[in-house]
């Protein structure tokens, strides 16, 4: 699989990098990266001088990115792997405009584990209805968003089995809690690589699922993952749970 890296020179860049280099059937052939100091043989600064012939798009870059990577994959026909957070609504109708053209993987995180505790907390989430529902993250602090596309992906999952729900991003001021009120709260702190908790819980009891991150490279593995389940889809949207699903 040959693989054009959007975000090459990035932390999740050389994670990509390394990943790629211990797998057999995996390649580099050429990366984009806007904040290279100077273009090199393999990695260039805008899509119009990539000239590899490749199999996919792995992006790990930035959202503002999102409309000239489309356009670049659209005109050769690449599917495309997005694993960058942050977009815009523009940015996003962009995506579901790329996907009526070609195979995109979207996903708020490329963890296995994160797609099990979305699972899990979908169906806490049911089982509890009354439960008071509350999201924690932590990251490094050199992360943009806040809070995380995981922390907003497994709002999502809540939502999914309680409609009602409404989120409450960073808690202030003065107030009691709503019945349908779902807290977020985002820490950044060092250079802690991903952990989510989501706690559910009543006047009597509480439920704690918690997924920790060790390493960046788990994130890695997980966009290969996605990629090698990309090659040959027909165009449309996929996530972490088709690919479960295969």
Do not use: W
Request: glycine share 10%; with cysteine; charged share 25%.
């Amino acid at each position: 699989m040959k693989i054009i890296l959007v975000g090459y020179e990035g932390h999740m860049g050389r994670e990509v990098r390394a990943c790629a280099e211990r797998a057999e059937d995996c390649e580099i052939v050429q990366g984009v990266d806007p904040m290279i100091p100077e273009s090199g043989d393999l990695c260039k600064k805008t899509f119009a001088e990539c000239g590899s012939t490749a199999d996919i798009v792995i992006d790990f870059s930035h959202h503002s990115l999102t409309g000239a990577l489309l356009d670049f994959a659209e005109s050769r026909n690449l599917p495309v792997v997005l694993a960058t957070t942050g977009q815009t609504e523009p940015e996003k109708a962009r995506i579901q405009a790329a996907a009526e053209k070609i195979p995109v993987f979207l996903a708020a995180n490329y963890s296995l584990g994160i797609a099990v505790l979305s699972d899990l907390v979908k169906r806490a989430a049911a089982l509890y209805p009354d439960g008071e529902i509350e999201i924690v993250e932590q990251h490094h602090d050199r992360k943009l968003d806040a809070p995380s596309g995981t922390a907003l992906a497994l709002f999502s999952a809540v939502k999914e089995v309680r409609p009602a729900a409404e989120a409450n991003c960073g808690r202030s001021g003065q107030g009691k809690r709503t019945a349908d009120e779902v807290g977020i709260h985002a820490i950044r702190m060092g250079n802690i690589a991903g952990v989510h908790e989501v706690m559910i819980g009543t006047q009597n009891e509480r439920i704690t699922l918690k997924h920790e991150a060790f390493s960046r490279g788990v994130f890695a593995e997980g966009s290969l993952k996605a990629a090698k389940f990309l090659l040959g889809k027909a165009p449309g949207m996929y996530g972490m749970k088709d690919l479960l699903s295969e």
